[in-house]
Each structure stands twice: as C-alpha cells, then as structure tokens.
Nanobody
C-alpha cells in the first residue's frame, strides 16, 4: 500500500523559506500524481501544487505561483515543496497526497483533493508577521 510521510514544517518569519518533503513508498505503478494541500483553521482544504510522475508536469495555485516550487527526486522517492517569500496567510497544516492513475481518471484535477486516496499525516507551517 502507498504510504506518504510529510515533513519539514516549522515556524518562520514572513519573507522566509521552508522546504517540505513527502517521502513516498509502496507504489506498484509508475504513473501517479503527488499533490500538496493545505488547511488553515476554519478554512477549507486548498490545493497548493501537484507534480505528475509520467512527465513531471507541475501545477500551482494562483496564490503560490512564483513563490513555491514543487520537484521530485525519483531516486529518493521524495517530492519537495520549496516555499519562498512566505506570508502569514500561508500558515496552515500542509499535507501531501497521492493519486494513482489507471482507474476513472477523467475527473482528476491536480489541485482538487477528491480523487487523491493516499494522504500524509500533515506538517504544520506557521508564518509570523
């Protein structure tokens, strides 16, 4: 079974940087997507970024474009989210999630959480002003 372990959160001042990691294991297919989502208290979960394993396509929410970068290290089976120029509104619990292609993929949305069926435990990111 696919397992995801996300890490790298912490407390940082506005304008600072953090790098989140998502260590993945258990894939039986090499065609999948890894997404990063976040949820702040009292708010709905928001898709932040996504990368696909097949061609390395990347996707970003408008709110993080130009500040966040998603990447993957296939040798380490790890996906990273480099977060620069952090803002207080980036404060949230960040989760990585995985979707394995090959089923009903027609309604998969890279930044929509409803198709992702494997989730990490979450890592807290707090940005102070």
């Amino acid at each position: 079974e696919v397992q995801l372990v996300d890490s790298g959160g912490g407390l940082v001042q506005a304008g600072g940087s953090l790098r989140l990691s998502c260590a993945a294991s258990g894939f039986t297919s090499d065609d999948y997507a890894i997404g990063w989502f976040r949820q702040a208290p009292g708010k709905e979960r928001e898709g932040v970024s996504c990368i696909t394993s097949s061609d390395g396509s990347t996707y970003y929410a408008d709110s993080v474009k130009g500040r966040f970068t998603i990447s993957s290290d296939n040798a380490k089976n790890t996906v990273y989210l480099q977060m620069n120029s952090l803002k207080p509104e980036d404060t949230a619990v960040y989760y990585c999630a995985a979707y394995v292609f090959g089923g009903n993929d027609y309604d998969f949305r890279p930044l929509g959480s409803h198709k992702y069926n494997y989730w990490g435990q979450g890592t807290q990111v707090t940005v102070s002003s």
